[in-house]
């Protein structure tokens, strides 16, 4: 089926300049693609892309930041209210939370000198 070759050349040609990070051939590639020369799904696809080009373009250009640190603090907070089940006050919980990250300054406790 020619559409079917179609789609499939698309996708990995989509999939390859983005994992080779090529900006120019990607974008060039998204738009010259028609509604009728590739399927349905891939076509939906083809329309996400293109609605999304500016994130997709920032993915590409800046690969080292991503979310990765932030879903591994919400994993820790989530475990810890896991085992932490049945804390009556939510501030104990909190500095539970700070004291793990050691976010938690405690009062400098003055020294004399003698």
């Known amino acids: 089926d020619d559409i079917l ?12 300049d ?6 120019p ?14 399927s349905k799904g891939v076509w939906k696809v083809v329309k996400y ?5 500016r994130m ?7 690969p080292a930041f991503n979310n990765g640190a932030i879903e591994g603090i919400n994993n820790k907070i989530k475990l810890i ?7 009556r006050n939510f501030n104990n919980f909190k500095a539970r939370i700070m004291m793990i990250f050691s976010l938690y300054k405690g ?4 020294t004399t000198k003698p």
Do not use: A
Request: contains cysteine; aromatic residues 14%.
């Open 5 to 16: 070759r179609r789609s499939y050349e698309l996708v990995q040609g989509l999939r390859k």
């Open 18 to 23: 983005l994992r080779l990070c090529n900006w």
């Open 25 to 38: 051939k990607f974008i060039n590639r998204l738009n010259s693609v028609s509604k009728k020369s590739v």
């Open 49 to 53: 892309y293109r609605k999304h080009q």
């Open 56 to 62: 997709l373009r920032n993915t590409i250009y800046y």
């Open 81 to 87: 209210k896991r085992i932490s089940f049945g804390y």
């Open 107 to 110: 009062e400098k406790k003055k």
